[in-house]
């Protein structure tokens, strides 16, 4: 909820993103990260994701 609110999307959707259930573009990473306050190639690389504790591990089904 809060990223959520924080970036002004709806919850669903981004629940939906967590869970490898909605595709994304560029545009909406880049909100992420923005929400999130790491640069988006940080978002993209799961190592570094992770050990900054910014998001689940399950957001990155698609980079596996």
Do not use: C, M, W
């Amino acid at each position: 909820g809060k990223l959520a609110k924080k970036i002004q999307f709806k919850v669903a959707f981004v629940s939906s993103i967590e869970n490898g259930k909605a595709n994304v573009t560029i545009s909406t990473l880049e909100s992420i990260a923005n929400g999130l306050n790491v640069k988006l190639i940080d978002l993209l690389n799961e190592e570094t994701a992770n050990q900054a504790k910014k998001l689940p591990s399950r957001f990155y089904h698609f980079n596996k």
